[in-house]
């Protein structure tokens, strides 16, 4: 491939929290997670165009909230540059689809997609692991979506084993509103305190976030969303939210419960998959 050639479309898949449990609070402040992450067919699309310099700029199909040295995808490209000592750049064009904030990882799926997607066209050479190491440092949910393997995590999100799930249907509705990451850990009534377990204990026991109920207490959006959506299938919040997610056992009972969502509600169909999406399209290379 030459340097000024435009690669095909990369995915940057969504992700469910199937059960987020939080079991305690380290000194640095991070939390002790458990939690189940499967990946969705649903995301954002990332083009990169290889340049001879070494700049990175990035462009969007929506004005984003944040400025562009802070978009986790440009600190991915700086990262890689900066690890591998590549003198190259990129031109970067993301096609956002999946709402900023809302517990579907959309940011660090970008992150974990610029780091495997240039780590391949700029030909870094890194390992999974050293890019895996590389995505932590951007955000506590990277690795997972580097190594694109559905996964049962614990630590701060880093440890991971992965797993084979059910590969169910899913509506997922992003209610409006934006709830903080950091402010859902930093709140006194966030429960801390749920047992840590054997993975072979908590998938056979009913799937719970433990962000949930404070969340749903101060947003009352969301509480909506899941109330509408509870009526129709188990459901739940991904992450620290907003965004909550029913699950169905085939397509077309979720798309005929899709069809009856109030116009007021946005959100999408997905399948659920144990292989990232980015994987497929790493193979194809
Ligand atoms: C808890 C999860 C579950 O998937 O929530 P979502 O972000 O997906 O909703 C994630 O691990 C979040 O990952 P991410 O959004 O990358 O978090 P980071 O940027 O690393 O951290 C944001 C802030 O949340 C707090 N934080 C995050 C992760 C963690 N295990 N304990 C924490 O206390 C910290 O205060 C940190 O400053
Ligand atoms: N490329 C990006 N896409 C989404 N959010 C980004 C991006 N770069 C930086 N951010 C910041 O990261 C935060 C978390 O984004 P996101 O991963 O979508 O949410 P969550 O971690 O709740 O699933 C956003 O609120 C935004 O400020």
């Not at 620290?240 to 946005?266: H, I, W, Y």
Request: hydrophobic letters at 45%.
């Amino acid at each position: 491939m030459s340097d000024t050639s435009v690669s095909l479309a990369w995915p940057a898949p969504a992700k469910l929290n199937l059960f987020l449990h939080v079991n305690g609070r380290r000194v640095d402040g991070y939390h002790e997670l458990q939690t189940l992450f499967q990946f969705v067919d649903f995301g954002d699309w990332l083009d990169f165009k290889v340049l001879d310099k070494a700049d990175i700029t990035l462009r969007s199909n929506i004005t984003m909230d944040v400025a562009p040295a802070d978009n986790l995808i440009v600190k991915a490209a700086k990262a890689l540059q900066q690890a591998s000592n590549c003198a190259k750049g990129a031109e970067i064009w993301l096609d956002k689809q999946l709402p900023m904030g809302g517990g579907l990882g959309g940011g660090s799926s970008d992150a974990a997609t610029t780091l495997v997607a240039l780590n391949a066209l700029w030909q870094c050479g890194l390992s999974v692991d050293e890019l895996a190491a590389l995505g932590l440092k951007l955000g506590a949910d990277v690795p997972v979506f580097i190594r694109g393997q559905a996964a049962f995590a614990e630590g701060v999100g880093e440890k991971l084993q992965p797993v084979d799930l059910d590969e169910h249907w899913y509506v997922v509705i992003a209610p409006d509103a934006h709830v903080s990451t950091a402010e859902v850990f930093q709140h006194p009534d966030l429960p801390r305190d749920t047992p840590k377990l054997q993975l072979c204990d908590l998938l056979s026991s009913e799937w719970k976030n433990d962000c949930q109920k404070l969340v749903t207490e101060q947003f009352s959006q969301v509480a909506n969303a899941l109330a509408w959506l509870i009526e129709y299938a188990p459901s739940r919040m991904t992450g620290t939210g907003a965004c909550v997610f029913g699950q169905f056992d085939n397509e077309q009972q979720a798309r005929s419960c899709f069809k009856q969502m109030p116009s007021t509600l946005r959100g999408f169909v997905a399948q659920g998959v144990n292989r990232s999406p980015l994987m497929s399209r790493l193979s194809e290379l």
